[in-house]
């Protein structure tokens, strides 16, 4: 099936812009963090508790697909609270956290963003767009296949070169998830390949970073659902960086639902890919 041509050319950008501004009005209107922990009683569809601010958030990001769809574009949503809602077609596919990073934003730390993704295809080689809204640092990633990564509208053309320690180490990566019961079977690994890590508690940001040259990888240690990274495997494979599902034959064979289903590894170099990889083999 030949993906539909509207819902491709759409203007995703924009709607991205717009949801990432309903999205900072959300925040505003909930500044504590004591505002931030109230939840709704309900699940999300990825099975996480859902806070007032996420269905607030998800509600800003659905008001522009809802505009999208009005305008002619057929598209299947795949959001993190609502899960799959069809919009007229699945030959398109838009994957959608509203929050990334929501333990941090309910806890009033500075590290979450919006994340979307648009993809002609069922898997993480087909996605398209991708889409990050860093809101601690207003910094804002975006990526077209075959385009290019962009960094606040300015192309990512020479990111700084990987950086190794003297015995040959990755200088610097970031983890996710920093659960201690994950963490503790890595840690020999971490030790052998990797000279300090930074956990930032957001995937999509986490993973953005590689575009940039900022760390030299980026690794999760347990499984990870396509809505959290979509949108940045694209950022930092477009940028230059290599991007890898392990659980799979095929590198960027996990496909964009909701369920978790491979850890995650981006580097700067294949030789950094392996040794990460080997960390959560």
Not at 16 to 33: D, I, N
């Amino acid at each position: 099936m030949v993906p539909n041509p509207s819902a491709l050319a759409a203007d995703w950008l924009t709607a991205c812009r717009v949801a990432a501004q309903g999205l900072r009005e959300v925040l505003v209107e909930h500044p504590t963090s004591r505002e931030r922990v109230i939840e709704t009683g309900d699940r999300g569809e990825g099975g996480d508790r859902t806070l007032v601010i996420d269905q607030q958030a998800e509600d800003a990001v659905f008001a522009q697909l809802d505009a999208m769809h009005a305008a002619g574009a057929r598209f299947v949503a795949i959001s993190e609270e609502r899960g799959i809602v069809d919009y007229g077609g699945d030959d398109v596919r838009v994957v959608i956290d509203p929050l990334d990073g929501s333990l941090n934003a309910k806890r009033g730390m500075r590290s979450y963003a919006l994340s979307i993704a648009v993809a002609d295809g069922p898997t993480m080689a087909d996605v398209v767009f991708g889409f990050v809204y860093d809101f601690g640092t207003s910094e804002e990633w975006t990526a077209r296949r075959g385009e290019g990564a962009y960094l606040n509208g300015k192309r990512i053309a020479d990111p700084p070169p990987e950086r190794r320690t003297s015995d040959g180490r990755l200088e610097l990566i970031t983890i996710e998830s920093s659960d201690p019961q994950y963490m503790a079977p890595a840690m020999a690994g971490l030790v052998e390949h990797v000279h300090r890590v930074r956990a930032i508690g957001s995937i999509a940001i986490s993973c953005c970073q590689v575009a940039a040259g900022r760390v030299e990888g980026m690794v999760t240690l347990w499984r990870t659902r396509a809505v959290d990274v979509a949108a940045a495997q694209l950022i930092v494979r477009e940028a230059g960086g290599i991007v890898e599902f392990p659980a799979f034959d095929e590198p960027l064979g996990a496909p964009l639902d909701l369920a978790p289903h491979s850890a995650v590894v981006a580097a700067r170099s294949a030789d950094g890919l392996a040794r990460l990889r080997s960390i959560v083999a």
